[in-house]
């Protein structure tokens, strides 16, 4: 239904369509990936103000067959988006936890981000992922996990991996470690 095939790259974005969410980088360099393989699609998951702005801008790029907006989806479908792309992308710098990437990476998709403060502790440059502090670095990044699928298959391998440490269970762990230290440091005061 999104005009997908077996044969597409999808870089894959899911969020806010907002001015903050800096998307706008995205659909600009779009233009630079399409114009070397015309099957590399950037899928943009979700709405928001700017949704209108970023079609017409795909639109007058002539874009529209390589740029896929979803608008919004209902969360328990969206993990059938993870599962659709290769690599996912942000260039947003207003993120506190950046639980898309998460999720990403939980699916077994590397992560390109923007060098944000709030990813420097989830993507590992060379393991999981990368992290860029401009177009050139973005564009050089992104030709690696394109034209290399032996690195997209290592990165997205280690960004399963690295979810690890948010999961449900290791979560319970760490809290129980707490009590356990608690306890213990309670019957050392008596």
Do not use: H, W
Not at 27 to 37: G, R
Not at 77 to 91: L, P, R
Not at 99 to 124: H, Q, R, W, Y
Not at 164 to 185: P, T
């Amino acid at each position: 239904s999104l005009g997908i095939t077996n044969k597409d790259f999808i870089i894959l974005y899911v969020g806010r369509l907002g001015q903050e969410k800096n998307v706008d980088f995205l659909i600009d360099n779009q233009e630079y990936f399409v114009n070397k393989n015309k099957n590399v699609k950037l899928l943009i998951v979700g709405s928001g103000p700017d949704y209108d702005k970023y079609k017409e801008k795909t639109k007058k790029l002539g874009l529209e067959n390589n740029i896929i907006f979803t608008g919004k989806v209902p969360y328990n479908n969206i993990e059938y988006y993870y599962n659709m792309g290769n690599v996912f992308v942000t260039a947003s710098t207003t993120e506190t936890q950046g639980l898309t990437i998460i999720e990403a990476m939980a699916t077994g998709m590397p992560t390109v981000c923007i060098n944000d403060e709030s990813f420097k502790n989830t993507v590992i440059n060379g393991l999981n992922g990368y992290l860029f502090d401009n177009k050139k670095e973005y564009r050089k990044y992104m030709d690696i996990l394109i034209e290399d699928k032996n690195t997209l298959k290592k990165l997205g391998k280690q960004a399963k991996i690295s979810t690890n440490q948010y999961s449900s269970k290791y979560y319970a762990e760490r809290i129980l470690d707490v009590y356990k230290m608690s306890i213990k440091d309670s019957k050392n005061k008596k």
